[in-house]
Every structure is written in structure tokens, then in C-alpha cells.
């Protein structure tokens, strides 16, 4: 392994230390606070009576609450203990737009309160926005659309702002230099870029058309891994899991569809339609497995990167709460103490297992949509499948 | 089932940021970033292929020096062999000559020899048949004195006639 | 060949074969099983939709399925 690859290995290594703490809070997280409907600042006497009860039995050390709540989005960021960074609420309703901050949604214990805002009175409820009438009862006429900045959305815009700075700047770097050779994060980067390059887009795509899809292919590769590393860092301005959310990789592979769709030629489509050499009785069968196949391509790749960044999530949080478990929420600290540095040598194996993992799921998801171009576009006489 | 519904505000924010996002990238990010790599290539290939085309003049170029300096080499061979030739004949013919030289010299001095020693034998020939002469005149003379002094007097011309001194 | 990044060509092979195979096999796998799982549910779905005594679209369902998945693993086992 070169020093290359160790350096964000050490990083990794570092950030998983640190998350012990932040995880170790949020742990604790038991809150003693008996059941209190407060009255809520300027929206008073528009309180709502709480009717969720799972936030506020005192809690038990919750495994699998944790692991949702860190693998979910969430209105607000989770800073440490009892402090969380408020996100922007954007919500578009049939009565027009509204936008409030999302602290307006929590008291000081975390416990949702309603908001009144222009049109409707709202509630967030297991991290959903419901328009709620005055009693608290869920307001079926009103139509919300919850459009907020949630943690997965402002990393991901985060995300994008990064790429697009890291990337412009190279690019500026490039034409200052002009042909010499690069410097700096280009240097690091460039083999990266010439990888997906030649070999992802020129190996699988071809010669001929590979050009066409290669601005879409590099920011696929670099936007897949540059979230995917987010996700692993499990510090503040990190740890949002983008690409494990369904929507990633949603997104994503209808572009690849949509692209595959649009592209494809001739050739790939009497290859569904009416495969040459295949006699008409065979076709009726095969007409709709192929048919099918062009709609499943893209939700294999779909599948294969939620799946992998989930489960690996999963995986790195179980193996954390591990140490909960054992120590039986903080009474047993013999079991807390004695399971902790199994419990975090193996949090931090996976984490640089899914450092690697990152990698390769980007990887792998260029490639595939790459081999996906690839047979749309592929000519008559130079591919080699049937 | 929550996990797999998606959340339409997310997927607004999903399409709306990353389809900014690929265009911008794809806009001012990807295109001079290729476009310099390739150009970068390019110009890397060009030097590759200058290196390569100097490489071969210079292989072609080091070849016809090879040639220059064997054809050189062949010159001064034949020049230097010439010139051994031109010696040697040159000696053979004053080897020759001086020979030639010594020979005539040579019959020259043994003429000359001949020659003195004719003249010598003649010399003293004359010489013998003048001193004859003159011993028989003055043995005449005594003849006509005593016989003792007649012997005398040619005892005394004999001791005179010294061979020698003529 | 070594890039002038300092790359090494088969290196990156190395690393980058199985990570392929990894890529093209597995999507095989989730294709066979979403394949079997597209079948199975919409034959159940038509069948609820049906309501009749002997789950027909179920069972069609499976075939299709099974036969759709065998049919693409045939067709990457074609390739190369």
C-alpha cells in the first residue's frame, strides 16, 4: 500500500476515534425529562397536545432507533448531546410557500412542538413535516410538500460546492500552466481523472463514443465518492449518509437509464426487440425478458450502491452499539469497558474497509453505467455478446 | 420500508444539484481539464516520436560516419602501402645503382692496377735493359783495364743497380 | 509501462481485474434476484388484482423470472 492510500487512511482512523465521542453522547442520550407540553414562544396558544409517545418515555438505550436516526435524514443536524444545528424548513404548500428554520419545530429537550406558520399550523413527526390542526390531529386537506434543506440535502449542495471548487480550480490551474505537468490536488487527481478515463469510459464504451459520456461519467465517479467519504466521516460537518439514501442512487441510475434509453442505437434495440438468429416462437419469450432487462440494468445499479453504503453504515454503527449493549446503557461499565476496544478496533477495521468500499462502490457504479453505454452504443460488428 | 421511499424534497435537491452540477463541471471543470491532458499527451507523444525520429538520424548519421571513417581508413591503407612501394622500388633502384657504381668503380681500379703494373714491368724492363746496357758498356771499359778492376767495377755497378731504388 | 505519473500499468491491473470481475458478476447476481423477485411480485400482484383460485400469474411469474435471470447469466457467460 503506498503512502498515498495511507494518508486518508490515518484520517479515517482519526475521524472514527472521534466519533466514539460524539457516539458515546449520543448514546447517553437518555433523556430524564418527564412529559411536558410547553408552550411555544411567538406561536402560543397554538400548542399542540403531543401524541408521540416514543420520543418521551425515558429512554432506553435504543440500538436500532440510533442506527435509523443516523442513517436517516434528518430537519436538523445532531451536533453533540443535547445541541443540534437548526436547518432552513422550505415547505410548498397549496396555500404557497413557506420557510422557517427548523428549531421552530423542537423545544429545548428535542421534543417536537408545532409551528404556526402563514398558512398551517405544523408538526415534525419521525423527521416528517405534517400540516396539524390546532388539536393536533393531522390536517388531511392540506396539501405540504416538504421541500427543506435537510442534512442529507445541504451536504449534498455542500458536496456539489466542493467538487465544483476543487475542480474549477483545477481547471484554472490546467490553463495557467498549460501543457505542463500537474501540481498540487491536480497532481493527486489527475491519475484519478485518467483512470475513469481510459480505464473505465475508453475500456467500456469504446473508442468511438466514449468522449460523448465522459463529462457526465467524472462527475458520477467523483460526486459517488466524494459523498460516500462524507458519510464515513463521522464528525459535524460530515457523517450525512447521501449516497446511502435511496434518492442517490435513485437519481442517479434514472440518469444512467435515461442516457441508455437515449442513446441507444439501432443495433441495441433490434438486439431487444427481435434478437437476429433467434427463431420467432424463442422471441415471444425473450422480447420481454430483454425488455425487461433494460429497465432492471438500471435498477441493479441502483440497488447495489444503496445497498452497499447502508449496509456498511449499519454494519460500522452496530459494531459501535456493541458497546451500549454490553455495558447495558452505562450500569455494567465492566461489560462497557471490557467490550469497547473490541468494539472500536472493529469500528475502525470496517471503517477503513469502507473507506475501500467507498472507492470501489463509485467505481463500480461508473463502471457499470459505462458497460450499460457501452452495449447502447456498441456498433454491429465490434462487440462480442449477442 | 421508510428506507426505500424516497423523500421528495431530497430528490429536488438531488436533481436540481447534481444536474447543475454535471453541467457546470462538465462546462468549466472537465472540458479544459481533458482538453489540456490530451493536449498534454499529445505534445508528450510528439517529443516520443521527435526523440524517436533524432534517435534514428542520429543511428543513421553515426552509421555514415562509420562508413566515412572505414573509407578513410581504406585511403590511408593505400596511401601507406603506395608509399612503401615507392620506397622500396626507390631503394632496390639505389641498391641497384650503387651496385652498378661499385662494379665500375671497381674494374675502373683494377684497370688502373693493370695498367701501372704494365707500366711498371715496362719501366723497369727499360730500366733492366738500360742498366744492361750501361754494365756492358762499363764492363767494356774495365775489359780494358785489369780483370780484378773489371771485377770490381761491376761488382760495384751490381751493388749500385739496386732493383730497389730504379 | 510506467505512466508518467508513476503509475504502474499492470499494477493498476492488478487491483482494477478483480474489482471488475467484482463489478460485472455481482450485478449479475442482483440481476438474476431482481429478475426472480420483478416475476414473483408482479405475477402475485396480477394474481391479487385476478383474484382467482389457482395463482396462475405467480407461477408465470417464477418462470419468467428464473428464465429471464438464466437467459442473462447465458448471455454474460457468451461474453468475451
Not at chain 3, 429478475?35 to 383474484?51: E, H, M, P, Q, T
Request: proline share 4%; glycine share 8%.
Amino acid at each position: 500500500m503506498s503512502l498515498k492510500a495511507l494518508l486518508p487512511n490515518t484520517l479515517l482512523l482519526l475521524g472514527t476515534l472521534l466519533s466514539g465521542a460524539a457516539l458515546a453522547q449520543e448514546g447517553s442520550h437518555a433523556d430524564p425529562d418527564t412529559l411536558v407540553v410547553q408552550p411555544h414562544g411567538a406561536a402560543a396558544g397554538h400548542e399542540v397536545a403531543e401524541h408521540t409517545s416514543s420520543a418521551h418515555t425515558p429512554e432506553k438505550f435504543n440500538a436500532g432507533k440510533l442506527i435509523m436516526e443516523h442513517i436517516g435524514d434528518a430537519h436538523s443536524w445532531h451536533l453533540w448531546g443535547h445541541t443540534s444545528l437548526p436547518l432552513p424548513v422550505i415547505l410548498w404548500t397549496d396555500k404557497g410557500v413557506e420557510f422557517f428554520s427548523s428549531g421552530k419545530l423542537m423545544d429545548e429537550h428535542h421534543r417536537p412542538v408545532a409551528y404556526q406558520g402563514a398558512h398551517y399550523t405544523y408538526l415534525l413527526e419521525h423527521e416528517k413535516i405534517h400540516a396539524v390542526h390546532v388539536d393536533g390531529t393531522v390536517n388531511e386537506a392540506a396539501q405540504v410538500t416538504d421541500l427543506s434543506l435537510t442534512k442529507n440535502a445541504v451536504t449534498l449542495i455542500a458536496a456539489c460546492a466542493l467538487l465544483l471548487v476543487v475542480f474549477v480550480g483545477m481547471a484554472r490551474g490546467y490553463a495557467q500552466r498549460s501543457i505542463s505537468a500537474p501540481k498540487g490536488l491536480a497532481k493527486f487527481l489527475e491519475p484519478i481523472i485518467l483512470f475513469v478515463r481510459d480505464d473505465i469510459a475508453k475500456s467500456a464504451i469504446g473508442e468511438k463514443h466514449y468522449q460523448r459520456f465522459l463529462p457526465y461519467l467524472l462527475t458520477l465517479f467523483f460526486f459517488i465518492w466524494s459523498l460516500n467519504l462524507i458519510g464515513l466521516i463521522p464528525i459535524f460537518p460530515f457523517g450525512a449518509n447521501v449516497t446511502g439514501n435511496i434518492v442517490t442512487p435513485l437519481v442517479l441510475a434514472t440518469i444512467t437509464f435515461l442516457i441508455v434509453t437515449f442513446v441507444a442505437n439501432k443495433h441495441y434495440w433490434r438486439h431487444i426487440f427481435a434478437m437476429p438468429g433467434i427463431p420467432v416462437p424463442v422471441l415471444v419469450i425473450l422480447t420481454p425478458i430483454e425488455i425487461m432487462g433494460h429497465f432492471i440494468r438500471p435498477i441493479v445499479l441502483m440497488v447495489r450502491l444503496f445497498a452497499n453504503i447502508m449496509a456498511g453504515h449499519i454494519v460500522l454503527l452496530v459494531f459501535f452499539c456493541l458497546i451500549f449493549i454490553f455495558s447495558k446503557n452505562g450500569e455494567s461499565l465492566i461489560g462497557g469497558y471490557a467490550t469497547s476496544p473490541f468494539a472500536l478496533a472493529f469500528t475502525i477495521f470496517i471503517n477503513c474497509l469502507e473507506l475501500l468500499v467507498g472507492a470501489l462502490q463509485a467505481y463500480v457504479f461508473t463502471l457499470l453505467t459505462s458497460i450499460y453505454i457501452g452495449t447502447a452504443v456498441a456498433g454491429g460488428h465490434d462487440d462480442h455478446h449477442h | 420500508m421508510e428506507l426505500v421511499t424516497p423523500p421528495i424534497g431530497l430528490l429536488f435537491w438531488m436533481c436540481l444539484s447534481f444536474g447543475i452540477v454535471v453541467w457546470l463541471l462538465a462546462k468549466y471543470a472537465w472540458k479544459p481539464i481533458l482538453g489540456s491532458v490530451s493536449q498534454r499527451e499529445r505534445s508528450i507523444e510528439e517529443a516520443l516520436n521527435e526523440a524517436k525520429k533524432m534517435r534514428e538520424d542520429m543511428a543513421r548519421m553515426s552509421a555514415g560516419n562509420e562508413e566515412l571513417m572505414r573509407h578513410a581508413r581504406e585511403e590511408r591503407e593505400v596511401m601507406l602501402k603506395e608509399a612503401r612501394d615507392i620506397r622500396d622500388q626507390e631503394i632496390a633502384g639505389a641498391k641497384t645503382k650503387a651496385k652498378a657504381e661499385a662494379e665500375a668503380l671497381l674494374g675502373r681500379a683494377r684497370e688502373d692496377i693493370r695498367n701501372e703494373k704494365n707500366a711498371a714491368i715496362t719501366e723497369m724492363k727499360n730500366q733492366v735493359a738500360e742498366l744492361s746496357v750501361t754494365v756492358a758498356e762499363i764492363i767494356l771499359r774495365e775489359k780494358l783495364g785489369s780483370e780484378a778492376a773489371q771485377h770490381a767495377l761491376v761488382d760495384k755497378v751490381m751493388k749500385d743497380a739496386d732493383l730497389r731504388k730504379s | 509501462m510506467k505512466l508518467d505519473d508513476g503509475i504502474d500499468k499492470e499494477e493498476l491491473e492488478e487491483v482494477t481485474g478483480p474489482a471488475k470481475s467484482y463489478a460485472r458478476y455481482g450485478a449479475l447476481g442482483i440481476q438474476m434476484v431482481a429478475f426472480l423477485a420483478v416475476g414473483v411480485i408482479g405475477g402475485r400482484w396480477l394474481d391479487g388484482k385476478l383474484a382467482w383460485k389457482f395463482p396462475l400469474f405467480t407461477l408465470l411469474g417464477v418462470a419468467f423470472g428464473l428464465v429471464g435471470s438464466l437467459w442473462f447469466l447465458f448471455k454474460e457467460a457468451q461474453r468475451k
